[in-house]
């Protein structure tokens, strides 16, 4: 069952994709368009799930799920995974590219290789107090304040602790 993303409780179990590139404002229409007709019969074992999505940052693609209304379960996070996957295909946008990691810079979204990020922080480019998009969060109420942070506080740490040694 589509909802309104911003009526969902913030409680709401939320999932991040990260694009491999910036979506053109044709892809985010292509997104939303197929996101809502699979979030429109998305169900666990027969019952609807009140679900929404959005694009943020022109990179995530970003899906809640209200459990408070139902709960989803195992096969139906794994539909979910595969709708993402199948649009991924069609698309081809890479949302499952674990590797590059988002920050923020001069209110632009950049992706960083993980096995760059020493390099970045030496540099000075990356600080502890660059803010990184923790796409681990889980529910709604995280991604609205959890999931921006500063680099220096999350696993991103040890960068910054490794650089102040050298």
């Known amino acids: 069952m589509l909802s309104d993303f911003n009526k969902l409780s913030n409680n709401s179990r939320t999932w991040v994709y990260q694009a491999d590139r910036r979506l053109t404002a ?15 019969q998305w169900a ?16 995530f693609l970003i899906i809640s799920t209200d459990e408070s209304f139902n709960m989803a379960s195992g096969c139906s996070i794994d539909t979910q995974v595969r709708f993402v996957q ?17 920050f923020l810079i001069d209110n632009e979204v950049e992706l960083v290789p993980l096995s760059q990020i020493k390099s970045e922080v030496e540099s000075g480019r990356i600080s502890s107090e660059t803010l990184f998009f923790d796409n681990t ?30």
Do not use: P
């Open 44 to 59: 666990a074992h027969g019952n609807d799930l009140m679900a929404s999505g959005v694009i943020k940052h022109d990179y």
């Open 137 to 166: 969060i889980q529910t709604k109420g995280q991604l609205e304040n959890n999931w921006c942070v500063e680099a220096g506080k999350t696993w991103l740490s040890r960068y910054f602790k490794q650089a102040a040694n050298v």
């Open 86 to 102: 199948q649009l991924s295909s069609d698309l081809g946008i890479d949302f499952f590219q674990r590797t590059n990691i988002a």
């Open 26 to 40: 044709a892809d985010q229409k292509k997104c939303l368009d197929h996101l809502d007709v699979f979030l429109t």
